[in-house]
C-alpha cells in the first residue's frame, strides 16, 4: 500500500516539479494509475464529465466573467478615490485603502487574481508615486487581494460546498468575519512599516469633495448589497446570483461608459478561457481523487496522519501546515479535490463542523495565493509594480505572518465562521 501511495502523489508531484501542467499532472497521474491497477479504463470518460456536469459549478464561469467586468468597468478607481480622501494623509494611509478596497472588492469579484488586479492597476501607481516602495505596494496588495476568496461570493466556496455538500449561501455567509480579520490583519504591518518608512497617504478630504466622491462611487458600493442581497433574499440560488453580478457590472460599465461591445467580447473571452482552465482542473482533480480513493491510496495516507495523534487540536494543527506547504504548489481547487477526500472522513473523526472547517482551509489556502513558487497573486502585482518576484516575495513575509495569525484566530474562535450563517437561518450546527 505504501508503493501504490508514493506512485499515486509522488508521480504528481514529479510531474509539478518538471514543470507540467497541474491539471494535466493530475490526469494523466490519474490515467496511469487506473490502467496499471485495472480500475475500468472504460470508465474514465464518464468520471470526467460527472466531475463538471454539477449545476452550482455553473456559478464558476459567471462569477469570473463578473471579475473581469467589474475589472474593467472603473469601479475599482471609484472606490479608492473615496477612500483615500476618508483616510487621509495618516501613516500608511495609502496602504490602508488598498487592504479596505480589496475587501470590498472581493464582495464583487470573487477571485483573488481580479481583486489583485483590479486594485493594483490603480493603487499600486499611485502608491509607488508617493513614494511607497514598489515591492512592498505588491507584497500589500497581493495578500489583501487574496481576502476576495474569504469574502462572499466566493468562487473558492462554490467548489467546496460542490465536494462536501455544505450549502453554498452558508460557506458565504461564514467567510465574512473571517475575512475581516484578514484584512484587519494586513492593517498591522502595513501601518507599523509605512510609519517606519514616512509614507503616507493623500490629503483629507473636503465635505463637497467626499459627497461628489460617493456619489460616483455609490452604485459601486451598492454592488455587493445587490449580488448578496439577491442570493440572501431568496431570490437566487448562488448560480444565478453570478448572473446577476455580470449584468450589473456590464450595466456599470455601460453608466461609467468604460464597457463596450469591444471591451465586453474580451472580458468574454477571458473569462471563457480562464473558465476552460478551472474546470479542466476540476475534471482531471477529480478522477485524480476517485482513483487514489480506488487504489487505497487515500485511505493509506488518512491512517497514517490519524496515528500521529488522537487530539483534535493536534491535528488541526498538522493539517493546516500540510496545507499551507501545498498552497505554495498547487492551486486551490486543486488542493480542494486532492486533499478533501483526506480531510473529510477525518472531520468526522474529531468531530470537527464542515462549514468550520472548510471556512478554515479556504483562509490557508488564501495565504497561498501569496506565497511562492506557486503564487497567482504575487505574478499579478509584480507584473503591476514591475519588479522582480524574489524581491516582492521578500516583502510580502510580513504579511503573510499577519495573515497567519489571522488565521489562528480563526481556527480557535470557531464562532467567527458559524455565527453569521446560523443568524441568517442558512445553517444548523451538525450534533
Not at 168 to 174: E, I, S, T, Y
Request: proline residues 5%.
Amino acid at each position: 500500500m505504501t508503493v501504490i501511495t508514493l506512485l499515486v502523489f509522488g508521480l504528481f508531484l514529479a510531474l509539478v516539479v518538471l514543470g507540467v501542467r497541474i491539471a494535466i499532472a493530475l490526469g494523466a497521474t490519474a490515467c496511469l494509475v487506473i490502467l496499471l491497477y485495472q480500475q475500468g479504463a472504460m470508465g474514465i470518460s464518464s468520471i470526467f464529465y460527472s466531475n463538471i456536469s454539477k449545476f452550482p459549478l455553473l456559478a464558476i464561469p459567471f462569477f469570473i466573467l463578473a471579475g473581469f467586468v467589474m475589472e474593467r468597468s472603473g469601479v475599482s478607481a471609484r472606490l479608492v478615490n473615496l477612500a483615500s480622501l476618508i483616510v487621509g494623509p495618516i501613516p500608511g494611509g495609502l496602504a490602508i485603502v488598498g487592504v479596505a478596497v480589496c475587501v470590498f472588492f472581493g464582495g464583487i469579484s470573487g477571485s483573488g487574481p481580479a481583486d489583485a488586479a483590479a486594485i493594483g492597476a490603480v493603487l499600486i501607481p499611485a502608491m509607488i508615486a508617493k513614494g511607497y516602495d514598489r515591492n512592498f505596494a505588491a507584497g500589500l496588495i497581493a495578500t489583501a487581494g487574496s481576502t476576495a476568496i474569504l469574502i462572499p461570493p466566493s468562487i473558492a466556496f462554490v467548489v467546496y460546498g460542490v465536494i462536501t455538500e455544505v450549502s453554498v449561501p452558508a460557506l458565504f455567509a461564514g467567510g465574512i468575519f473571517p475575512g475581516l480579520v484578514a484584512g484587519a490583519a494586513l492593517v498591522v504591518p502595513a501601518y507599523f512599516i509605512s510609519r517606519k518608512h514616512g509614507w503616507g497617504g493623500e490629503r483629507w478630504g473636503t465635505s463637497r469633495e467626499l459627497w461628489v466622491a460617493f456619489k460616483r462611487a455609490f452604485w459601486g458600493l451598492m454592488a455587493p448589497a445587490v449580488i448578496l442581497g439577491s442570493m440572501y433574499g431568496g431570490i437566487c440560488t448562488p448560480t444565478e446570483a453570478a448572473i446577476v453580478a455580470v449584468v450589473y457590472g456590464i450595466l456599470l460599465g455601460w453608466m461609467y461608459r468604460t464597457i463596450g461591445w469591444k471591451q465586453l467580447y474580451q472580458c468574454m473571452l477571458d473569462s471563457a478561457v480562464t473558465s476552460a482552465v478551472v474546470m479542466f482542473i476540476v475534471a482531471f482533480a477529480g478522477l485524480f481523487g476517485w482513483a487514489a480513493d480506488r487504489v487505497g491510496a487515500i485511505d493509506h495516507i488518512l491512517k497514517s496522519m490519524l496515528s500521529l495523534s488522537d487530539n483534535g487540536l493536534v491535528m488541526i494543527l498538522i493539517v493546516n501546515v500540510v496545507l499551507f506547504i501545498a498552497g505554495m504548489l498547487l492551486d486551490a481547487i486543486s488542493i480542494f479535490y486532492v486533499f478533501l477526500p483526506i480531510f473529510i472522513p477525518m472531520m468526522k473523526h474529531f468531530g470537527w463542523d464542515p462549514l468550520w472547517f472548510g471556512v478554515v482551509m479556504t483562509y490557508n489556502l488564501a495565504i497561498g495565493m501569496a506565497t511562492p513558487p506557486v503564487a497567482v497573486n504575487l505574478y499579478v502585482t509584480t507584473s503591476l509594480a514591475d519588479t522582480k518576484l524574489d524581491q516582492v516575495a521578500v516583502a510580502v513575509i510580513p504579511f503573510v505572518l499577519a495573515m497567519i495569525g489571522g488565521l489562528i484566530v480563526v481556527i480557535f474562535w470557531p464562532w467567527l465562521s458559524l455565527a453569521p450563517p446560523i443568524w441568517f437561518g442558512l445553517y444548523k450546527l451538525v450534533p
